[in-house]
């Protein structure tokens, strides 16, 4: 079984600041990890992804996350947020795909980034 | 490509009345998904479908049916709305990667 836990529910910053997301994982086999943000009344739109490979992933709009395989992390990083980042943001997990089951995300229950001016 | 489409967009519905969520995807992806998105509880596996013809179930599957007949289209139909089906619904589709519609608000009063 996987879980992920998002360790900030709500993170307030203020515009040109950095930024970091906290997600943990656990899971009993090799995982992969996405992060997926949502705006205000809209469906989830992927911003990076690890499947393999470099540990540092980079993503649209200036996004980054490392996977920590050690420390079972995949924290989002940016080094200056815009107003229009304000979003809800998901980590979710799974396995390697399946024959029978495709690629079952585990979501975290989201973190409110909410950039202010 | 339109990606993943779903339809409608809102819909408010009586409790015991029946209705059909659409979904279609237009990348030939063999998996499909149907999830919703209660506030602060993350997104819930409803159903899911491995190619046409082939559905199980997810975490929350209770109160709600689906039916695979192409690879493009992957309906979620509840029978007999509750008050507690009241969410949003995201349809997705896959290969390695999960690609989300746009979402269907519902309410049931």
């Known amino acids: 079984a996987q879980s992920v836990t998002q360790l900030d529910s709500q993170v307030p910053v203020f515009e040109e600041a950095p930024v970091e997301l906290r997600c943990n994982y656990s899971?009993?086999?090799?995982?992969?990890l996405f992060w997926y943000v949502q705006y205000p009344n809209q469906g989830l739109q992927l911003l990076l992804k690890y499947l393999s490979g470099s540990t540092l992933v980079k993503g649209i709009n200036g996004f980054e996350a490392e996977f920590n395989k050690s420390q079972t992390s995949f924290h989002l990083r940016k080094p200056s947020v815009h107003i229009s980042d304000t979003a809800e943001y998901f980590c979710a997990v799974s396995g390697p795909r399946e024959e029978t089951s495709g690629s079952r995300l585990t979501f975290g229950e989201g973190t409110q980034l909410t950039v202010n001016p | 490509n339109a990606g993943v489409t779903q339809t409608p967009k809102f819909r408010i519905l009586k409790i015991g009345q029946s209705m059909t969520l659409q979904c279609t995807q237009d990348?030939?992806?063999?998996?499909m998904y149907w999830y919703r998105q209660d506030p602060g509880m993350g997104l819930k596996l409803i159903y899911y479908?491995?190619?046409?013809?082939?559905?199980d179930k997810g975490e929350v599957p209770n109160g709600y049916n689906v039916s695979r007949s192409t690879t493009e289209d992957f309906p979620l139909r509840l029978e007999l709305a509750a008050p507690s089906q009241t969410s949003v619904y995201f349809c997705?589709?896959?290969?390695?990667?999960?690609?989300f519609g746009p979402g269907t608000r519902l309410t049931v009063l």
């Open positions: 997705a589709s896959s290969l390695d990667t999960q690609y």
């Open positions: 899971s009993s086999v090799s995982v992969y």
């Open positions: 990348m030939n992806h063999n998996y």
């Open positions: 479908s491995v190619g046409a013809g082939i559905t």
